[in-house]
């Protein structure tokens, strides 16, 4: 079945240092896949997606490109900065999944911005 | 905007008591789905309902129920509460299938 597989952290860095969060998915078709986060003490909420191959989904100076050829949608961040801190999770939706459509969710990445 | 709105936000409860987490959705959602998020877990699908009408359980349905008591309502139920069931609880939709879901701000459930 479809799934996602998204790096272990917690990752803790020092603001203005470079982020990846690496994301690899398995699915049957060609799923949407999206970035959420979660601020401490509140909901997910979506930070970007991209819906096939090549697409690259930004926002908040996040970025991140669905590779077909590799399966992955690693997020990336030039400059983190200490709002940054948060939990990020990889999602996708294949449209392809029959009666077992629904979105599909990678562990979660525990970031830490230190000033 | 509003979006979904999850009640109560905290709960605690003792041991082999009920409840009922209600949420409603107001942006015209077909799907609707209840999380429960624990340290270490992620998110694990309970129960969700892809349309009006229909409800299919998740990876972790045991002790739950749910109704999907019009287009906007989605409630999950407790029957008899453990402590295994302590948690935070998220309440979701989407407007079709493939599209991004929106959140409810969590419910903080604790079983004592």
């Known amino acids: 079945g479809d799934s996602v597989t998204q790096m272990e952290g917690p990752v803790t860095l020092s603001e203005e240092a470079f982020l990846t969060i690496n994301c690899t998915y398995t699915a049957t078709g060609y799923p949407s896949l999206f970035w959420y986060v979660q601020y401490p003490g509140e909901g997910l909420q979506l930070l970007l997606k991209a819906t096939k191959a090549d697409d690259k989904g930004s926002n908040k100076g996040f970025e991140a490109t669905y590779r077909k050829e590799t399966t992955s949608f690693h997020l990336e961040k030039g400059s983190v900065q200490v709002s940054d801190s948060a939990v990020y999770f990889c999602a996708l939706s294949d449209p392809y999944a029959g009666n077992n459509r629904k979105l599909i969710w990678g562990l979660g990445t525990s970031l830490a911005v230190n000033p | 905007n509003a979006g979904v709105t999850q009640t109560p936000k905290f709960q605690v409860l003792k041991t082999g008591q009920s409840m009922t987490l209600q949420c409603a959705q107001d942006?015209?959602?077909?799907?609707m789905y209840w999380y429960r998020q624990d340290p270490g877990m992620g998110l694990r699908l309970i129960y969700y309902s892809a349309s009006e009408g229909t409800t299919d359980k998740g990876e972790v349905p045991n002790g739950y129920n749910v109704s999907r008591l019009n287009k906007r309502e989605f409630s999950l139920r407790l029957e008899s509460a453990a402590p295994s069931q302590t948690s935070v609880y998220f309440c979701a939709s989407t407007l079709t299938v493939n599209t991004e879901a929106f959140f409810g701000q969590g419910t903080r459930l604790t079983v004592v």
């Open positions: 942006m015209n959602h077909n799907s």
